[in-house]
């Protein structure tokens, strides 16, 4: 397989502001899912979001498809890995974990999407770990703590985990293991050939899950509200985020990208503020900042 050959990249405002847009987007997506978990189940919900990203996708995406399509199918094992990864198997994973997990474990165990991808990419991409790499892992991770904690600390010793932690913890692992396939994504390949490749590789995945989940689930409520969250997780979380998503590791690198994770808890904040009308208090700008501060750190050179 012809990878592109990862090197050290010097930071890029465009490749964060990226990295920050889609993680914006993906917070929008805590938010619609957490809305919709009561009155759909979550491999259905998972199939119709890519469902809409592949029919919006692919008036665009279809003729770059087929120029790219000999790279595609040279490569099948990639192709494979990386749509189960990033497609079939990481958000669906997180909207099985919000039926049973806590909203306070969901968050800290997403947090592990930075870590694992630092290690990751130290293991296979040879990627330097800094001191002040794992300074700023250390200071954001105290601010996203504070932040979900509302500055509460004792609430982490009574933390309780269930079945749906593991899920959770699968879609971290899966979301930082393909930050480093995109990373070395064979070379030659445009941006919308891969999102096309992968998107419906992904849900053609699904398919087999979503049939069983039919087969067990009772009703399924399509209410106007639903149709409208499914659009706009087919349109922004998972067109617009994992566009801007790979574009941002083309450009600064998977470790960077991940880093930026740590301001989708604080996005989360104010998407839930501005969306539900739920307060913003002094911990929560205090937190922030501590999450900033740890992004920075870990991202300038």
């Known amino acids: 397989m012809n990878n592109e050959i990862p090197t050290r990249q010097p930071a890029s405002a465009t490749g964060y502001l990226l990295a920050f847009t889609a993680t914006a987007l993906w917070a929008g997506n805590f938010i619609v899912a957490r809305g919709l978990s009561h009155s759909m189940p979550p491999v259905t919900l998972a199939f119709l979001r890519w469902a809409t990203a592949v029919t919006v996708l692919l008036p665009f995406g279809l003729r770059p498809l087929c120029r790219d399509i000999k790279i595609v199918l040279s490569n099948p094992g990639y192709f494979a890995l990386t749509a189960f990864l990033g497609v079939t198997i990481c958000n ?58 509302h500055g509460h600390l004792w609430r982490l010793m009574s933390l309780t985990f269930s079945e749906g932690d593991e899920w959770m913890l699968g879609a971290a692992a899966s979301l930082a293991i393909y930050g480093v396939l995109v990373r070395r994504k064979p070379v030659g390949l445009s941006p919308a050939g891969f999102l096309s490749a992968t998107f419906i590789l992904g849900l053609l995945f699904l398919l087999p899950w979503l049939l069983w989940e039919t087969a067990t689930v009772s009703s399924i409520n399509f209410s106007s509200t639903a149709l409208e969250g499914i659009i706009y997780l087919g349109v922004g979380p998972s067109l617009l985020g994992f566009l801007c998503w790979n574009r941002a590791i083309a450009s600064i690198g998977p470790v960077r990208s991940g880093f930026v994770l740590y301001c989708h808890p604080l996005l989360s904040g104010v998407s839930a503020s501005l969306l539900l009308g739920e307060p913003i208090n002094l911990i929560s700008v205090l937190s922030g900042i501590v999450i900033i501060a740890g992004v920075i750190v870990a991202t300038l050179e």
């Open 92 to 149: 669906t994973l997180i909207y099985i974990s919000a039926h049973s997990s806590k909203a306070l474990n969901m968050s800290l165990i997403f947090m592990c999407v930075p870590a694992f991808t630092v290690v990751l990419a130290r293991t296979f991409l040879q990627d330097t770990l800094t001191s002040r790499r794992i300074a700023g892992l250390f200071i954001a991770f105290v601010g996203v703590v504070l932040l979900i904690t």
